[in-house]
T-cell receptor
Framework: DTEVTQTPKHLVMGMTNKKSLKCEQH?????MYWYKQKAKKPPELMFV???????INESVPSRFSPECPNSSLLNLHLHALQPEDSALYLC???????????????FGPGTRLLVL | QKEVEQNSGPLSVPEGAIASLNCTYS??????FFWYRQYSGKSPELIMS????GDKEDGRFTAQLNKASQYVSLLIRDSQPSDSATYLC????????????FGGGTRLMVKP
């Protein structure tokens, strides 16, 4: 089972709203990620959590605030977003692969965000 | 030079033909290589991974890796219209932690 779930599937918010995106996996994966994807572009890494600690922040504006309450959950808190933040937000988790010595990432279905 | 490069396409092949998707990468210490399929409006789905030089087959898909020439390819045999999607090549670089570097993706169109 390589299932990563995300809620909500769609979200429309105004620039003054506060909302949160949620991601969950029960595969025992040690790392979880947030990506942002614009149309016709590859996913763009935002944050990486490893063993529930933030390990990578790719210079993301502070209006995006990640949180990892436990090893299965990952949240992305949104506040004062701009219309250009409208995108598909993807969560992923990864497992260590002994064959390669690296990680294999699996993506959730994404949240389609529209900022008005 | 981009770290991972793909031809953006579209690559158009007739139904039943072999589709060949290519990806080149610049970092010689790249460790793991992945192909993700992404349908329009959906999230990327892992379809193949490869770590060692040579071929790896899974059903209609074959991944090929040549580390000396720094390329990885994906062959899709007996292409079906349902294979029409964007295929993303991703590379995990040794000592870069858990990070993947993505190519820009190749759009494949399989015509009935």
């Amino acid at each position: 089972d390589t299932e990563v779930t995300q809620t909500p599937k769609h979200l429309v918010m105004g620039m003054t709203n506060k909302k949160s995106l949620k991601c969950e996996q029960h595969m025992g994966h040690r790392a979880m990620y947030w990506y942002k994807q614009k149309a016709k572009k590859p996913p763009e890494l935002m944050f990486v959590y490893s063993y529930e600690k933030l390990s990578i922040n790719e210079s993301v504006p502070s209006r995006f605030s990640p949180e990892c309450p436990n090893s299965s959950l990952l949240n992305l808190h949104l506040h004062a977003l701009q219309p250009e933040d409208s995108a598909l937000y993807l969560c992923a988790s990864s497992q260590f692969n002994r064959g390669s010595g690296g990680e294999t990432q699996y993506f959730g279905p994404g949240t389609r965000l529209l900022v008005l | 030079q981009k770290e991972v490069e793909q031809n953006s396409g579209p690559l158009s092949v007739p139904e039943g033909a072999i589709a060949s998707l290519n990806c080149t990468y610049s970092d010689r210490v790249s460790q793991s290589f992945f192909w993700y399929r992404q349908y329009s409006g959906k999230s990327p789905e892992l379809i193949m991974s490869i770590y060692s030089n040579g071929d790896k087959e899974d059903g209609r898909f074959t991944a090929q890796l040549n580390k000396a020439s720094q390329y990885v390819s994906l062959l899709i045999r007996d292409s079906q219209p349902s294979d029409s999607a964007t295929y993303l090549c991703a590379v995990n670089i040794r000592n870069a932690g858990n990070m993947l570097t993505f190519g820009g993706g190749t759009r494949l169109m399989v015509k009935p």
